[in-house]
């Protein structure tokens, strides 16, 4: 019934990506960041913390919505690129249900690291839910010892020395900007947690 949510996904990104011009324009995607963001009339802005936000506002979507903000060309372009490739390997395999389990999970931990460790709200991208993907086809393809997913292993070993480089600053020289590593962390992590789960209760190969 439900087929190829990965291209919403996508969708989303490029439009909210237009309308903000790469996030510069803060407006346009203050009700899609981590935590709620006021802007006067004046132009002055205001952060809110996670307790004002989430607990008093109730404004919970925000654990998710950062993923469809994105600040520049590439960031958005390499960002889609995966989330068409692994949304569809993992769509076709497992079912859209599984698909859109791990990104909502891959999201709210991954964004949830990021925020709580760094201590800032302006940050966003789909590269947490693409490390989730990862992790997820990475653990289900090493434990069955089965290409399920027909992904390099070298992809695998790039994806995790990516990670490296950018806690090691290494990215940052490279003009690469601001990299939300713990976002990538923490997108890993669940990737690797949600396949676990995943192949004790439904996988059967």
């Given at each position: 019934?439900f ?44 952060i ?17 919505t950062?993923i ?15 989330i ?17 389990l ?14 709580f460790?760094?201590?800032?709200s ?5 590269s ?6 990862i ?15 027909k ?49 004790n ?5």
């Amino acid at each position: 019934m439900f087929k190829n949510f990965h291209i919403p996904i996508i969708i989303f990104a490029v439009l909210f990506a237009l309308i903000s011009n790469f996030g510069s324009v803060i407006a346009a995607i203050e009700f899609l960041t981590f935590t709620n963001i006021n802007i006067t009339n004046q132009g002055y802005i205001s952060i809110f913390d996670f307790n004002q936000t989430y607990w008093i506002g109730n404004q919970w979507w925000r654990l998710i919505t950062p993923i469809f903000i994105h600040f520049s060309f590439a960031h958005l372009a390499f960002n889609c690129l995966w989330i068409f490739i692994l949304g569809e390997k993992i769509e076709n395999t497992d079912g859209s249900l599984i698909f859109i389990l791990l990104v909502i999970f891959s999201a709210i931990l991954s964004n949830c690291l990021q925020y709580f460790w760094t201590e800032t709200s302006l940050f966003g991208g789909l590269s947490g839910v693409i490390y989730g993907l990862i992790g997820f086809c990475m653990i289900i393809e090493f434990d069955t010892q089965y290409e399920r997913y027909k992904l390099p292993p070298a992809l695998y070993l790039f994806m995790i020395v990516w990670l490296l480089l950018g806690f090691a600053g290494i990215l940052d020289l490279f003009g690469f900007g601001s990299v939300a590593n713990f976002a990538h962390l923490g997108g890993l992590i669940s990737g690797i947690l949600f396949a676990m789960i995943y192949k004790n209760i439904y996988v059967r190969l």
